[in-house]
């Protein structure tokens, strides 16, 4: 009878909150770049995320105007398609990095209730910078819980930091090599150092924006960045 009540509660204030939810209607010249689905707030029904180019423009790299990116989490309501929650910050800008029309589209999975939010970029020539954020639905708002960054050389160094911002484990591994014939050593030497990390309070997805934040590595001079 316990269960019952529960899963009556569920469904009465999901029924609510579709009726107080605004229907989608996509701007005009908004492009759908990417899409998935999957059941985000653990009711049982699948939401829909999608992000869009849009024609606002932020700034970017190298003093660039770019269109901005922005993610829509859409809720299924009696076949209609609702906003739950919008975001114009934890997407980077269209024309991002040294050759923004090689960089990948970012890529959207829904994987245990998690978003996962992957985007990749070239800063140079040479150098690739990927992220990999983790957001979960919680006491009322989505929430950052994870975090994994590589930024890449061609051929002198990889770096790689994770955090967990719910368990608090950390990992930070830089590897050099040396990149040309005549180079007799490495440009630097390796750096490995897992710590424990803890937030007092989680960061809200629409306060967070990638790249844009650091923690300094106990006993070292260097930085984890998320």
């Known amino acids: 009878?316990?269960?019952?009540?529960?899963?009556?509660?569920i469904l009465l204030?999901?029924?609510?909150?579709?009726q107080e939810l605004k229907d989608l209607v996509v701007p005009k010249d908004y492009v759908k770049i990417a899409e998935t689905t999957g059941d985000?707030?653990?009711?049982?029904?699948?939401e829909t995320i999608i992000i869009f180019d849009s024609p606002k423009k932020v700034e970017s790299f190298y003093n660039r105007k770019s269109p901005q990116r922005e993610l829509f989490i859409l809720k299924n309501s009696s076949g209609k398609l609702k906003i739950w929650t919008?975001?114009?910050?934890?997407?980077?800008?269209?024309?991002?990095?040294?050759?923004?029309?090689?960089n990948p589209l970012p890529e959207i999975t829904i994987k245990k209730g998690t978003?996962?939010?992957?985007?990749?970029?070239?800063t140079n020539s040479r150098h690739t910078q990927t992220y990999k954020h983790t957001y979960r639905y919680q006491n009322g708002d989505f929430h950052l819980i994870g975090s994994l960054q590589n930024f890449d050389d061609t051929c002198e160094f990889n770096m790689y930091d994770e955090?967990?911002?719910?368990?608090?484990r950390a990992i930070v591994d830089q590897k050099y090599y040396p990149c040309?014939?005549?180079?007799?050593?490495?440009?630097?030497?390796?750096?490995h150092k897992e710590f424990n990390y803890k937030l007092k309070k989680l960061i809200k997805m629409n306060n967070f924006k990638p790249g844009e934040n650091s923690i300094k590595i106990p006993n070292s001079d260097k930085h984890l960045q998320y």
Request: charged share 20%; proline share 5%.
């Open 115 to 122: 978003l996962i939010v992957t985007q990749s970029f070239s």
């Open 40 to 46: 985000l707030d653990k009711d049982g029904i699948d």
């Open 163 to 168: 955090i967990n911002f719910s368990t608090g």
């Open 1 to 9: 009878m316990k269960n019952f009540f529960t899963l009556f509660t």
């Open 180 to 191: 040309f014939q005549e180079d007799k050593i490495a440009p630097a030497a390796d750096f």
């Open 13 to 18: 204030f999901t029924i609510s909150q579709s």
């Open 86 to 102: 919008k975001n114009s910050t934890i997407i980077l800008p269209k024309e991002i990095g040294f050759s923004p029309e090689s």
